[in-house]
């Protein structure tokens, strides 16, 4: 997967606009007439959005940015010694390239959870990319062009896939598409080995590949519930995962009931199916909850539920996950939309190591170091020490430069 990505972003760096057609034909079944969507177009999508769908995007977008702006860092200054000052100011990166998928679904949530920590972080050029849709006429699916166009983001591309990722990555000339620095946003396992193709070129959030859920259920669990929430997740794709850990051999026994009776009942019957069966997907019973504990860290999945008595302390527990959904009233599908939170999460184990999208994902940190005459002569002789140390002389001599007589 990973060398088909890589040829598919080497053929975007070298054909550009006719690799993203070819691409777009193959995957998407054609291509976009204008692969950057005209302001006109994304202007009529927002005029023509579902006045019902305008509002809970504009619940979503207050949320959104009001928990991303809890998360930007604040300045700080240390003084290390008197006149020795240490100061790190975080600093938004000039352009980044937002990936929304468009593959059995549609999300405008996407857009939301993307555009809005970019702009709470102060990035000011954006770009968007979203799979063309055979059913729009080859362009963007008109409810992520509407969203985008509600935030005001005027640079918007037909394309996606790995494809996708090395236009934003290395620019379309053709296109006038400048190169970003930072690329954002869940796809599929395609997309996620494309952002790994070219991270270290650019910045990533992280590997946001099929979707994931594990939950922690003791015998309190409410398996109808409970059941709800593995679908839920089922949902998005045949390679989602879904994952129960329980204490309870009851609970499991009563949740594959629930998740019979309620997948017959479901629009995308045979999606969920797929992933449920899929090798991917689990009901697995422990001895106790450290074991669910341990379990769960070491998959460090995207999406956790915690349905446990206490499961407050059961949550601070908790290590590697890209986002813990703590209680019964609080469903993964609560933080896909209006919880707040991000959804854009590291899948495939890479919460041990990301985080979730957010105002930092668009940030770097600066140092700025400032010292006067008389700290510097504090430790001067210590540089040269340390200088001399390395056999690095003219390093200790740029310091004893400062105070010789000239």
């Known amino acids: 997967m990973f060398s ?21 034909e193959n995957f998407d079944g054609g291509a976009a007439t204008q692969v950057r969507v005209p302001v006109a177009e994304l202007e009529r999508a927002s005029r023509e959005l579902d006045p019902a769908v305008a509002e809970v995007i504009d619940i979503a977008i207050t949320r959104v940015r009001a928990a991303s702006a809890a998360q930007v860092p604040t300045p700080i200054i240390t003084e290390v010694a008197t006149g020795a000052v240490i100061e790190q100011h975080w600093v938004p990166v000039d352009r980044v390239g937002l990936y929304v998928p468009g ?51 005027d640079e918007v591309y037909a394309m996606g896939g790995a494809g996708a990722i090395g236009a ?63 679908i839920s997740q089922a949902e998005h794709d045949e390679r989602a995962s879904a994952v129960l850990v329980t204490t309870s051999n009851r609970l499991a026994d009563q949740v594959v009931e629930r998740v019979t009776a309620r997948v017959a009942l479901t629009a995308h019957r045979d999606r969920i199916t797929a992933a449920l069966a899929g090798d ?73 190591h990301a985080a979730a999208l957010g105002p930092a994902t668009f940030l770097r940190p600066r140092q700025t170091v400032r010292y006067s005459r008389d700290a510097l002569a504090e430790v001067a002789a210590a540089v040269v020490t340390f200088a001399n140390a390395e056999d690095l002389p003219a390093h200790g001599d740029a310091v004893t430069a400062r105070f010789e007589e000239r």
């Open 4 to 24: 088909v990505a890589v040829e598919l972003i080497n053929d975007v760096r070298a054909r550009g606009v006719d690799a993203l057609h070819a691409q777009a």
């Open 103 to 153: 593959g059995k679904a549609v999300y405008p949530s996407s857009v939301v959870m993307n555009v809005v920590a970019a702009q709470v972080a102060g990035v000011h050029s954006i770009a968007l990319v979203s799979p063309p849709q055979r059913d729009h006429a080859h362009s963007v699916h008109p409810t992520v062009a509407a969203v985008a166009h509600i935030l005001g983001i």
């Open 168 to 230: 934003l990555a290395y620019g379309v000339p053709a296109l006038d598409l400048e190169p970003v620095a930072v690329i954002t946003g869940p796809g599929n396992a395609f997309v996620a080995a494309a952002k790994r193709a070219v991270s270290g070129v650019v910045g990533i959030d992280s590997e946001a590949g099929p979707t994931e859920i594990l939950i922690i259920a003791d015998d309190t669990g409410d398996a109808d519930l409970i059941a709800a929430d593995l």
């Open 280 to 352: 991917q997907s689990r009901i697995i019973v422990v001895e106790s909850l450290d074991d669910a504990i341990a379990l769960s860290d070491a998959y460090a999945p995207e999406h956790l539920e915690i349905h446990t008595k206490n499961a407050e302390i059961v949550s601070a527990r908790i290590h590697n996950a890209g986002a813990i959904f703590v209680g019964p009233n609080t469903p993964v599908s609560l933080g896909d939309y209006l919880a707040g939170s991000n959804h854009v999460l590291p899948t495939d184990g890479h919460a041990r």
